[in-house]
């Protein structure tokens, strides 16, 4: 109990000398800090993107977005397709076991390949946006609009 007594004694007087110490700098790195962002934010700002560079970013993730949209159309037509022969196929046993067992094997491949579909899908759309990010950076300016989802663009569009 003794010793328990003293660590506490010894932790609260270490914190009493400590905390003022470690709060005596009082914000001026704050507001230093926050004055470097926005200077760096104003610069960004007034900085022109260069047009056809964005132009052509934006049309190469168009086209891969496109593209992964149609590989996804093709795979989802295809297990639709597969799961309607299947299913056909299987309500045509006779046998009640046979037959669910059948009817359930249809239905799990169905799944299956509408989940891998789905994963491929939001893979290759993800790329597609992470390339596009990367190059409308390199373009310069300071972009916001189809950077996050397609939103306004903050540089100025009328020169």
Known sequence: ?????????????????VA????AYSG???????LRIKTEMDVRRNQKP???CVKMAVEKREAAVLAAFDAFSGIW???LLTRSSELSVAWSIENKDSRNSAVRAAWKKFRDS??????????ARKNA?????????AC????????????????????
């Not at 989940?115 to 899908?121: C, D, E, I, P």
């Open 1 to 17: 109990m003794r010793r328990l007594l003293l660590s506490a004694a010894a932790i609260g007087t270490s914190l009493t000398l």
């Open 20 to 23: 003022p110490a470690a709060f």
């Open 28 to 34: 001026n790195l704050n507001s230093e800090i926050k």
């Open 50 to 52: 260069d047009l056809p």
């Open 77 to 79: 037509r295809s297990a």
């Open 114 to 123: 509408k989940k891998s579909a789905q994963r491929v899908f939001r893979d």
């Open 129 to 137: 946006w992470n390339a596009f990010r990367k190059e409308a950076r």
């Open 140 to 159: 310069g300016g300071s972009l916001s609009m189809g950077l996050e989802g397609g939103a306004e663009m903050s540089a100025d569009l009328d020169n």
